[in-house]
């Protein structure tokens, strides 16, 4: 296609608006970006067999989603969560499967009467003795806040999935700070 911008013509293969930004992706393999566009202008672009690409609106989904999940695992590693005794532990993935691991090997014992001594640590911390019923406590107490934030991801996934325009998506805000 065609597109002429200005009096200059650019043999493309997609032109893409993105913000205020214009990219031509020409036929040679290279591109052309302009910066400062505002939509008003857009028509200042002239199209000879062709038209703005639009992104699938399911890829903006999926991103988006994406976006969300990723956002999620940010968030779990900057957010350790205060215990009752006012030291902080982590809540990442990794450490919940840990914790998990932890949980169950001292049961496993306990249920077999073998001598397990049940350690954990507070971030940044080397681990200390815990008993199996407050490590329990501290586990469960993990559960309900990341579980709140999950559901809170999975909010926004259905959200998303319902949108029908990429403006209705890019209005979605991903806060995972607004989660109580």
């Known amino acids: 296609m065609k597109v002429t911008f200005c009096g200059t013509n650019y043999e493309c293969l997609k032109a893409e608006y993105n913000g205020d930004k214009v990219t031509l992706y020409l036929e040679n393999d290279s591109k052309v970006e302009f910066y400062n566009i505002k939509e008003k202008d857009l028509n200042k672009f002239v199209f ?7 992104e699938p609106i399911e890829n903006l989904k999926l991103e988006k989603i994406s976006l969300s999940k990723s956002a999620l695992e940010s968030y779990l590693q900057s957010h350790p969560i205060q215990w009752t005794d006012g ?16 949980l169950f090997a001292a049961s496993a014992a306990k249920q077999d009467s ?13 681990c200390v003795v815990w008993t199996l019923e407050e490590l329990f406590k501290l586990a469960f107490y993990i559960d309900s806040h990341v ?5 809170y991801q999975q909010a926004l996934e259905k959200q998303i999935n319902a949108c029908q325009t990429a403006e209705e998506i890019e209005s979605i805000v991903i806060d ?4 109580k």
Do not use: P
């Open 176 to 179: 995972y700070d607004s989660v």
């Open 114 to 126: 073998t001598e397990y001594e049940l350690k954990w640590n507070s971030t940044g911390e080397e």
């Open 87 to 102: 030291r902080f532990y982590s809540i990442t993935r990794e450490k919940q499967q840990q914790l998990t691991s932890k």
């Open 48 to 54: 000879e067999s062709g038209e703005w690409y639009q």
């Open 147 to 151: 579980t709140a934030l999950v559901s």
